[in-house]
């Protein structure tokens, strides 16, 4: 087990790179979440997401990823903006306004992973951001850097929701965190806000009502009328159950770092520029975008439900 100070000094390399909350939990099965997880499957809540059915084995034992791992390094990255959205029609969600997570973040923990390498050549590290088989927001449980809210995200005091989790696998033995309390109280703002009821109950989001999941995820060419007539002008992700929080309508502190910010100052979609794109004109101005996820097609899609309800 290394010292306290080495521990000081490891969370210090990380904030280097602007996490705002490094936490450590120790090495575990994810038993009961695992059993939770295959409920969930069972039930159908992933939709057509049928790569959640792999790799439960790593899902469950993080020791299949990283041989003889001891602890899980759990880093949030707040994308939080003072800006709001300049209208209610054809909204971005917060996290997709600025340039893509997916080309940054992972540089960042490469660099910390470099460092901690050198400090400790005998250990091994392997980082997440989105990008594997691993319940994220169960080791951010896990390692006390927050709760899981009703509405199923990680929460944390000071952060809200507004946050990516990463997570380092380390073969270092690091001394782990307290887990944190619930702070959700009473309180079902979530629940009550989702247009289309999809927080079936606490935690437990089934994304075959998600606005998330059909604006950014679905493949398919239009929505169920449940959806379609519910989206409140989303048109790409959705924020609802995060904006009603009051964990986020407190001073959360907000991300200084660029590329977060939204992209040609866009917090929302013009309809008629975006159908009077090209396909070449949407990949050149999306390319670093979450947006390129659902394709011009998607987005198009996405603006053509939107419409349907008005
Ligand atoms: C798949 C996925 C989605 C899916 C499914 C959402 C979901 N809630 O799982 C869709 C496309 C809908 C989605 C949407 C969003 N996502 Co997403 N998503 C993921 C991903 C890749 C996997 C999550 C996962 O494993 N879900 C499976 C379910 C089963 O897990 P769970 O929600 O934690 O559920 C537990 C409970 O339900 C529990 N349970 C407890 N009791 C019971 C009882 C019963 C009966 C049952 C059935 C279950 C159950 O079992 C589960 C496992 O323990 C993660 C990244 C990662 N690798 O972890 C990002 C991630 C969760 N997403 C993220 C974000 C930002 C979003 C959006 C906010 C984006 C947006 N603005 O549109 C929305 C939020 C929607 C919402 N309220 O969840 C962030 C969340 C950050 C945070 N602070 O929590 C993550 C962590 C990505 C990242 N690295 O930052 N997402
Ligand atoms: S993201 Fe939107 S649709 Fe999905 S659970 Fe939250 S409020 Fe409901
Ligand atoms: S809105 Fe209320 S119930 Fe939902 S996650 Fe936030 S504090 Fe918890």
Known sequence: MISLHEKVNIIGICEKENFSQINIAKYELLSNEIENYKEWLSFGYNADMEWMKKNLDKREDVGLIQENAKSVIVLA???NQSTIHESNENKISRYAWGDDYHNYIPKKLKRICKELEIIYPN???KYYVDTGAILEKQWGVKSGLGWQGKNSLLLNKKLGSYFFISVIITTLEVEHDDLLKDYCGKCTKCIDACPTNAIISDKVVDSTKCISYWTIESKSDSFPSDISENLEGWAFGCDICQEVC???NHRVPIQIEDFVNPRYGETVLDKETVFNYTEDDFKE?????PLKR??????KRNIIEIEKSK
């Open 77 to 79: 990255y707040n994308y």
């Open 123 to 125: 250990e091994e590290f």
């Open 246 to 248: 009051p964990w986020n």
């Open 285 to 289: 101005r999306y390319i670093k975008s």
């Open 294 to 299: 659902p394709k011009h097609r998607g987005i």
